[in-house]
Nanobody, 123 residues
Framework: QVQLVESGGGLVQAGGSLRLSCAAS????????MGWFRQAPGKEREFVAA????????IYADSLKGRFTISRDNAKNTVYLQMNSLKPEDTAVYYC????????????????WGQGTQVTVSS
């Protein structure tokens, strides 16, 4: 069973940056396509980005292209989300998720989830 643990969230001013990390254990991280999602209060969970198991296929939500960057280090069993030029509307709980040998954008398709990390962007 794969466990995912996010870290790196916090409070940041608008225009600032944060890097989220998601560490995996208990399974074969190198076989997992990984995704980042976010959920703001009162809103549905939203796709942010996804990366294939060897990192050669990356998908971003159109609205976030150019500000967010997903990457992974299979030697460290970790996927990252670099977030730049943050805006108050980026405030949400950010989740990482994993799915074997797939790169998908629907949350319902993911098999493994972390507990989330809060990101708050102040204006």
């Amino acid at each position: 069973q794969v466990q995912l643990v996010e870290s790196g969230g916090g409070l940041v001013q608008a225009g600032g940056s944060l890097r989220l990390s998601c560490a995996a254990s208990g399974g074969t991280f190198g076989s997992l396509g990984m995704g980042w999602f976010r959920q703001a209060p009162g809103k549905e969970r939203e796709f942010v980005a996804a990366i294939s198991w060897i990192g050669n296929n990356i998908i971003y939500a159109d609205s976030l292209k150019g500000r967010f960057t997903i990457s992974r280090d299979n030697a460290k069993n970790t996927v990252y989300l670099q977030m730049n030029s943050l805006k108050p509307e980026d405030t949400a709980v950010y989740y990482c998720a994993g799915k074997l040998f797939s790169v998908v954008t629907r949350s319902s398709q993911y098999e493994y989830w972390g507990q989330g990390t809060q990101v708050t962007v102040s204006s």
